[in-house]
Antibody
């Protein structure tokens, strides 16, 4: 059974860096058919896709324009996981952050597997 | 950006009755070259992540009950639950993946009448 298990702090101070990790079981972060995504959800923004990574020798990363200068998604093949770093966060980025798997392709496609979600509050 | 607008925002339906949720995109999500609509549907229950129901507008994800069906093309799409069960109470979202950035609808809350 494929699962995504998220971990990371639930409280981040404004202007600091949000860091989350998504551990994969039952699939491989280097899969030829999957891409690994981060999505957030808040009452004000709704569901918002942030970015993805997949293995294409080397790794391919793609980010949404609104956070492109502040976001990094990395894969760790030794631990079979991927991570999100979002710098200089503001209180309106308080949201539930999800990792998710999608079918790899030119288009970002649909998300067939999701992590449990992490509520990240940006507050001093 | 493609704006996805769902209607209604809230939908009360009696158990066993049909539920119909609409999703309209601000521009077509139909690829003429591939003859596919780049649209998906998700179900989200409280405290849970979204769950994929439908992709390519009408292809049911493995394990999804056949009372869920998707239809439509171009800019107008529908998710239908043929006979509402208690466990179907949730918020439903549509998502376009035709162009970047991918976008989601605002959600439709389905409740028991």
């Amino acid at each position: 059974q494929v699962q995504l298990q998220q971990s990371g702090p639930g409280l981040v101070k404004p202007s600091q860096t949000l860091s989350l990790t998504c551990a994969i079981s039952g699939d491989n972060v280097s899969s030829n058919s999957a891409a690994w995504n981060w999505i957030r959800q808040s009452p004000s923004r709704g569901l918002e896709w942030l970015g993805r990574t997949y293995y294409r020798s080397p790794w391919f990363n793609e980010y949404t324009a609104s956070v492109k200068s502040r976001i990094t998604i990395n894969a760790d093949t030794s631990k079979n996981q991927f991570s999100l770093q979002l710098t200089s966060v503001t209180p309106d980025e308080t949201a539930v952050y999800y990792c998710a798997r999608s079918v790899r392709g030119f288009t970002i496609n649909w998300f067939d597997l999701w992590g449990q979600g992490t509520l990240v509050t940006v507050s001093s | 950006d493609i704006v996805m607008t769902q209607s209604p925002d809230s939908l009360p339906v009696s158990l066993g009755e049909r539920a119909t949720i609409n999703c309209k995109s601000s521009q077509s999500v139909l690829s003429s070259s591939r003859n596919k609509n780049f649209l998906g549907w998700y179900q989200q229950k409280p405290g849970q992540p979204p769950k994929l129901l439908i992709y390519w507008a009408s292809t049911r994800e493995s394990g999804v009950p056949d009372r869920f069906s998707g239809s439509g093309s171009g800019t107008d799409f529908t998710l239908t639950i043929s006979s509402l069960q208690a466990e179907d109470v949730a918020v439903y979202y549509c998502q376009q993946y035709y162009s970047r950035p991918i976008t989601f609808g605002q959600g439709t809350r389905l409740e028991i009448k």
